[in-house]
């Protein structure tokens, strides 16, 4: 059988979302990608191309069925919202078509019609304006999956370097009482099976981040270190997982430091965004792990201040599509094979 093509959600319609979704569409015959259907605005789709100098065919489709054999001439559409095309200058509309594409995209996802979802980016507080009350894309997408938010993690992929923060969308001031032993035993493990399911790595090697300069130096600099990341440490080594750590995060990042990871296990939001951004910041993936679906997203945001300029590259969103079809394709293949 045939893999469903992706839906790709269009994400705030003033960001550069529409912009990037209709240049990869028209690079499709010189770089081959996976079949795809944008969720979001027919209209808007071809405002957005026809500013960026691309003509762009699209064709309104109601099923993802429909969306292979257009594919080829134009560019599936489930059209849901006539919105006016204004890059660069969010809206209350703009921001409820971007949450419509997202719950559509997610439940195409769920109920298998998409082999996979992508996610433009969204900015959350423009969201937050229309009743999103989720930290992030994230935590939405788990929500309509059934499962928990903290079950689903967030890792940054790169060519250089996978992270996972382990606390994402919270103030600095409360990641060390958000940090438990439990929350890190569970959450690496989830990102360790996910590698070894849909990245076909069959014994991950994982490096946990300390929380404090210099992994605490010896307690002299903070207790979390000793109290809450070694025994996890310990625990997720007891379950047969190669981790080890705590390692002081200044120096885990550097080319022959990263050569002994496959993955780095990080604290806090910035400790792994920082450096997968600095290294691989034109074809980072934000990649959701511990879902039944898969869901994929560049990693970068709403970009309002370059919208419509014909500036965004398309790296990022392009190397997500990659990913999330490479990840489709690597489930579909394990489900002939079981
Ligand atoms: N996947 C998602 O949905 C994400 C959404 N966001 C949201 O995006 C909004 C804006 O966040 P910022 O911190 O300003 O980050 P941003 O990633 O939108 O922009 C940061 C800088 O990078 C540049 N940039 C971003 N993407 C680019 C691309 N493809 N090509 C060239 N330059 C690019 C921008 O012009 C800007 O100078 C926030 O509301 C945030 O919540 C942020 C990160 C991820
Ligand atoms: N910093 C990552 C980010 O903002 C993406 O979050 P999400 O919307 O994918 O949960």
Redesign the pocket.
């Known amino acids: 059988m045939a893999i469903a093509p992706l839906a790709i959600s269009i994400g705030d319609p003033a960001g550069i979302g529409p912009e990037l979704i209709a240049r990869i569409w028209d690079m499709r015959r010189a770089d081959p990608m996976p079949d795809f259907a944008c969720v979001g605005s027919a209209a808007l789709m071809q405002a957005a191309a026809m500013k960026d100098g691309i003509d762009l065919p699209v064709a309104r489709i109601s099923t993802m069925a429909e969306a292979r054999d257009a594919f080829g001439e134009a560019l599936p559409v489930i059209d849901l919202a006539d919105v006016d095309y204004t890059p660069g200058r969010p809206s209350e509309a703009g921001a409820s078509l971007a949450l419509a594409a997202l719950d559509r995209a997610s439940a195409l996802a769920v109920r298998g019609e998409a082999s996979a979802m992508v996610?433009a980016?969204?900015a959350?507080a423009e969201l937050a304006k229309v009743g999103f009350n989720?930290?992030?894309?994230?935590?939405?997408?788990a929500e309509a999956c059934g499962i928990p938010a903290e079950d689903a993690v967030?890792m940054?992929a790169g060519p250089s370097l996978r992270v996972v923060?382990l606390t994402?969308?919270v103030a600095l001031a409360k990641v060390p009482s958000l940090l438990s032993t439990e929350l890190i035993v569970r959450r690496t493990a989830i990102a360790a099976r996910a590698l070894q399911s849909d990245y076909g790595l069959s014994s991950p090697r994982i490096a946990l981040t300390g929380l404090n300069p210099h992994a605490g130096e010896d307690g002299r600099m903070g207790h979390e270190e000793a109290e809450i990341i070694v025994p996890a440490v310990r625990q997720l080594q007891a379950q047969g997982f190669a981790v080890r750590g705590p390692l002081p995060a200044d120096t885990m990042f550097h080319a022959a430091a990263r050569e002994k990871y496959d993955l780095a296990v990080c604290m806090y939001?910035d400790q792994a965004?920082i450096p997968l951004k600095a290294l691989d910041f034109d074809q980072g993936v934000?990649v959701?792990l511990g879902l039944p679906i898969i869901r994929t997203?560049p990693?970068h945001?709403t970009a309002f201040d370059i919208a419509g300029t014909g500036r965004p590259s398309v790296g990022p969103m392009l190397a997500a599509i990659r990913m999330a079809g490479d990840c489709a394709a690597r489930r579909h293949a394990n489900s002939y094979a079981a």
């Open positions: 996610t980016p969204i959350k989720h930290p992030g894309q994230t935590e939405f997408v967030m940054l923060p994402v969308h939001h965004l934000n959701t997203s990693d945001g």
